[in-house]
């Protein structure tokens, strides 16, 4: 790590939950009663995200975010992938559940790059009523949320 005391995120093994069949059109998988850390997730694909077919899968990684210095972490990583692997021409909606248990003032999201480095991914929207927030890509992904529960 170039900076020792960041946050980082030291992965562990990815499990797929669910995958279909997208293109042109684009598509919306939903994971439900799956009793794994991805229950709840939905991702819109637009139309005109793609230029071709491909698998789209969504799971989850057992690893951890490490050292972090504020606030509380999900403790959820959730992975998006596809096949062949592409990067999509209108942003991608990934609306996630988390717990009705936090309070958070802040939602922060972030992806982890291949050497477990965390970057800020844009968050699209915010709904506290039913504790959803949703982030946008246009790429594979794997990421997570910090909450920030004080200022």
Same mark, same amino acid.
């Given at each position: 790590?170039?900076? @020792? ?5 030291? !992965? ?22 799956? %009793?794994? @850390? ?7 694909? @637009?139309? %005109? ?9 969504? %799971? ?10 504020? %606030? ?11 096949? !062949? ?5 209108? @942003? ?11 309070? !958070? ?34 790429? !594979? ?11």
């Amino acid at each position: 790590m170039s900076n @020792p005391s960041a946050a980082y995120f030291q !992965p562990g093994h990815t499990t797929i939950v669910k995958s279909i069949k997208v293109g042109e059109q684009g598509g919306v998988l939903k994971v439900t009663d799956t %009793g794994t @850390p991805a229950d709840g997730t939905v991702i819109d694909i @637009p139309k %005109g995200a793609l230029s071709k077919d491909v698998t789209l899968s969504f %799971g989850y990684n057992d690893g951890k975010v490490e050292n972090i210095s504020e %606030g509380k972490s999900s403790d959820i990583i959730l992975v998006l992938s596809t096949e !062949p692997s592409i990067s999509f021409q209108q @942003p991608v909606k990934v609306t996630v559940q988390y717990s009705s248990s936090i309070k !958070p003032i802040v939602i922060v999201g972030y992806s982890s790059d291949d050497k477990g480095r965390l970057h800020l991914i844009d968050m699209g929207s915010w709904d506290k009523k039913h504790n959803q927030v949703t982030f946008m890509t246009f790429q !594979p992904i794997m990421f997570t949320w910090i909450y920030s529960l004080s200022y």
